[in-house]
């Protein structure tokens, strides 16, 4: 069972939020706090497996809380999953450096929780379960590798690693991003080759996706590198 510190300075919003987690099954909500000396005292008294943190509190700011949490040493176990309004890139940087498993921007749907509660749970099993960790367990925890450093053998079978780095530069290339069709143009292979690779780099989270409408018919898929 995994133990969640529901923090936010909205009375409203905490309880919505630790509706959402007593909802899901293997999670209970072990307290709610409004303020970031409650969630530190919270902490101290309660011992979370996992913290939903506001960045916006009236005594001090969410990242300010999980990094005072992780100077001690009982707490050094506890995830910390971030749930506000914050949209500042520098929020978002000092929330990562800070050790945050995740970054939810209100307004978002029950699912959207959800998803990242079983996220941070799964991890939490598999480093548990692990007696030494592989290169490829790292991989997947952290997510996906810097440019150049997966090998042949890890791609799906039937993809290969030259057209992959094709299909790469092509797409790096063109930042405004393409379609299947016009990245076969560009990078001069066939469009049905284009599509699979493009889907495998949207799988593993290096392509954001959008559809393009106008017209009739199905809306056009479009592909932009954002790793």
């Known amino acids: 069972m995994t133990r969640v510190l529901v923090v936010d300075d909205d009375f409203m919003v905490a309880k919505l939020h630790s509706r959402y987690v007593a909802a899901l099954d293997g999670f209970t909500v072990a307290g709610v706090a409004h303020t970031g000396a409650e969630a530190l005292r919270a902490a101290d008294a309660l011992r979370p497996d996992l913290v939903l943190l506001d960045v916006y509190l009236p005594d001090m700011d969410g990242i300010s809380v999980l990094r005072r949490m992780r100077e001690q040493p009982e707490h050094r176990h506890v995830d910390a999953l971030f749930v506000t ?86 797409l790096r290339e063109h930042t405004e991003g393409l379609s299947a069709a016009e990245c076969a143009e560009a990078g001069a292979f066939s469009r049905v080759s284009a599509r699979r690779y493009l889907e495998y780099f949207a799988e593993t989270g290096r392509v954001e996706v959008t559809l393009r409408y106008g017209g009739t018919g199905r809306p056009e898929r479009r592909y932009r590198w954002i790793a």
């Open 85 to 170: 309004a914050a949209k500042d890139p520098y929020a978002v940087r000092e929330a990562l450096r800070a050790g945050a498993l995740h970054y939810l921007i209100k307004p978002f749907d029950r699912t959207a929780l959800q998803e990242q509660l079983r996220h941070a749970a799964s991890l939490r099993a598999r480093l548990d379960s692990l007696g030494e960790a592989s290169q490829e367990d790292v991989d997947q925890i952290f997510g996906t590798r810097p440019r150049g450093s997966r090998s042949r053998e890890q791609l799906p079978k039937g993809l290969a690693a030259h057209t992959a780095s094709l299909v790469e530069r092509t």
